[in-house]
């Protein structure tokens, strides 16, 4: 069984569009992130979350907004899509919130703003 | 998929010594390219190095070094003269270009630098 799943794994859409991507591990983890992989290949964190509670919150556009109904899922969902969006995001989890832990990654969703 | 495997979740080096990162990875692919990252306690990922298959020489920045071995599918990498900043936790990542540049990451390894 897939440790952390993404969905959907491709998105293709228009700009101005609203859009959610779901994040589920079944690893019994507390912590959840999101990542912004970006065009030189480098993941840039974007959020965190312990046990549905938010503690990372880096510069990100108030566009992006990271649901998590409880703590084996962390949804993003972006608001009115720029051209700029377009990169692939990654979700991960990992038992700890101190980087100490493994972290397990999702394949990832790669997004593409027409 | 690809799989990349780290099999140390934790590792320890005295400072000025050299430390070696494991990782392994499960391919049917001959063309691919490998990564190690960094992150520090911020979680940005920081490239640290990387190799592309084709390329028989190992790849090397600075006090980073790999040893790349095709055929075994095996890419550690060497830490030489280790300073307090190196420590994080340290990614493995396989991207392949046959599947849309794919990335797919190991679960890491925390590298503690003992003063």
């Known amino acids: 069984d897939t440790a952390v799943s993404q969905t959907p794994k491709y998105l293709v859409t228009q700009m101005g569009n609203d859009k959610s991507i779901k994040c589920e591990q079944n690893l019994g983890h507390d912590t959840m992130y999101w990542y912004k992989q970006d065009s030189k290949k480098f993941l840039k964190i974007m959020f965190s979350y312990n046990n549905k509670e938010l503690i990372i919150n880096e510069t990100v556009p108030n566009r992006f907004s990271p649901k998590s109904p409880d703590k084996a899922h962390l949804n993003l969902h972006i608001n009115s899509l720029e051209l700029g969006d377009s990169a692939v995001y990654f979700c991960?989890?990992?038992?700890?919130?101190?980087?100490?832990?493994?972290?397990?990654f999702g394949d990832g969703t790669r997004l593409s703003i027409l | 998929a690809q799989t990349v495997t780290q099999s140390q979740p934790e590792m320890s080096v005295q400072e000025a010594e050299t430390v070696t990162l494991s990782c392994t990875y499960d391919t049917s692919e001959s063309d691919y390219y490998l990564f190690w990252y960094k992150q520090p306690p911020s979680r940005q990922m920081i490239l640290v190095i990387r190799q592309e298959a084709y390329k028989q020489q190992n790849a090397t920045e600075n006090r980073f070094s790999v040893n790349f071995q095709k055929a075994a599918k095996s890419f550690s990498l060497k830490i030489s003269d280790s300073q307090l900043g190196d420590a994080a936790m340290y990614f493995c990542a396989y991207r392949s270009p046959n599947t849309g540049n794919q990335f797919y990451f190991g679960t890491g390894t925390s590298l503690t630098v003992i003063p």
């Open positions: 991960a989890s990992s038992q700890d919130r101190a980087n100490l832990r493994p972290q397990h």
